[in-house]
């Protein structure tokens, strides 16, 4: 396999793990708000990782069941 396909396979992972991750991100901002809002206004990731590893999850398990 040359540089070039690793480099490019690479990137597309990396793509879908950044697309994957802004999609959570948004629904979490839009289903939680106020788990964000406390997020930001105490200057705490904590809540706000807690619940994107949550929701990652749940869609993971939905796959899984799904196949």
Excluded: C, H, K
Aim: net charge neutral; aromatic share 6%; proline share 3%.
């Amino acid at each position: 396999m040359s540089y070039a396909r690793f480099g490019m396979s690479l990137v597309g992972v990396v793509g879908v793990v950044a697309v994957t991750l802004a999609a959570a991100t948004i629904w979490l901002l839009l289903s939680n708000p106020v788990t964000v809002a406390n997020a930001v206004t105490e200057q705490d990731v904590t809540p706000v990782v807690r619940e994107l590893a949550a929701i990652l999850l749940q869609a993971l398990r939905g796959l899984l069941q799904y196949l």
